[in-house]
């Protein structure tokens, strides 16, 4: 089976109820659809995890993206005993205050080698997974596409393109897009049209909400 989850923010033990409630096994695939980093105290240990997976496929949302080029930076510190620049410093408590400081610790704490395992397999996070799964057709991306075009290939846009939520949400005619990003407002996965949005709010305390593509059946945590 093919399932899809978004915004886990290091909530390590949710994501390990998750999979034993469906049952995950080396024959399914799981596609986790950005900011798996941050705010959460396992943030590093889920990523951690996720990158002994090969049937776990990670979509890049924004605060991955951040956390990659924080941590690349800050690794540069470690290894050359340099002081950070004023900027950089002020990115730094920046990204802190904004759910980056559990993910720093937890950084901290790894090993050289484990370090610069954490940064390749940050670095390796696709923008988007194009999915057919059930007889149908998924784009699967972390909060949208903006200056969506319908001719327009998905290698060409930006990575700024998939980390904010259009103002326009209308997709493709014969494909499903499905986003995270933005908590909904019922706290569960909502389908409308062709978009259907799995972000249920664990961040703030909501679920954690799956989607199996073939059946459609929905799981909460």
């Known amino acids: 089976?093919?399932?899809?989850?978004?915004?886990?923010?290091?909530?390590?033990?949710?994501?390990?109820?998750?999979?034993?409630?469906?049952?995950?096994?080396?024959?399914?695939?799981?596609y986790v659809l950005g900011d798996t980093a941050d705010?959460?105290?396992?943030?590093?240990?889920?990523?951690?995890?996720?990158?002994?997976?090969?049937?776990?496929?990670?979509?890049?949302?924004?605060?991955?993206?951040l956390a990659l080029r924080m941590l690349s930076g800050f690794d540069r510190m470690l290894k050359s005993g340099s002081m950070p620049d004023a900027d950089f410093a002020a990115e730094m408590t920046a990204w802190s205050r904004e759910g980056g400081a559990a993910t720093l610790e937890?950084?901290?704490?790894?090993?050289?080698?484990?370090?610069?395992g954490l940064l390749d397999y940050l670095s390796d996070f696709a923008l988007?997974?194009?999915v057919e799964a059930g007889g149908k057709d998924y784009v699967l991306v972390h909060a949208g596409i903006d200056c969506f075009?319908?001719?327009?290939?998905?290698?060409?846009?930006?990575?700024?393109?998939?980390?904010?939520?259009p103002s326009e949400e209308a997709y493709y005619e014969?494909?499903?897009?499905?986003?995270?990003?933005?908590?909904t407002k019922s706290g569960s996965i909502e389908k409308e049209g062709n978009i259907i949005?799995?972000?249920?709010?664990?961040?703030?305390?909501?679920?954690?909400?799956c989607l199996c593509l073939e059946t459609?059946?929905?799981f909460y945590i």
Not at 106 to 116: I, K, V, W
Not at 174 to 183: A, E, K, N, S
């Open 149 to 165: 075009d319908p001719e327009k290939p998905l290698d060409e846009y930006e990575p700024e393109n998939f980390f904010v939520t």
């Open 216 to 218: 459609g059946e929905e």
């Open 106 to 116: 937890g950084f901290r704490a790894l090993d050289n080698d484990m370090r610069e």
């Open 39 to 65: 705010y959460g105290e396992d943030a590093v240990a889920l990523l951690t995890e996720l990158s002994m997976c090969e049937n776990v496929y990670p979509v890049a949302g924004e605060h991955d993206f």
């Open 1 to 30: 089976m093919t399932y899809v989850v978004a915004n886990l923010h290091g909530a390590l033990d949710k994501y390990q109820a998750l999979l034993q409630k469906i049952r995950f096994s080396k024959n399914d695939i799981l």
């Open 197 to 209: 949005r799995i972000d249920c709010g664990i961040k703030d305390g909501g679920k954690l909400g």
């Open 128 to 130: 988007y997974e194009e």
């Open 174 to 183: 014969d494909r499903v897009v499905i986003i995270g990003h933005t908590p």
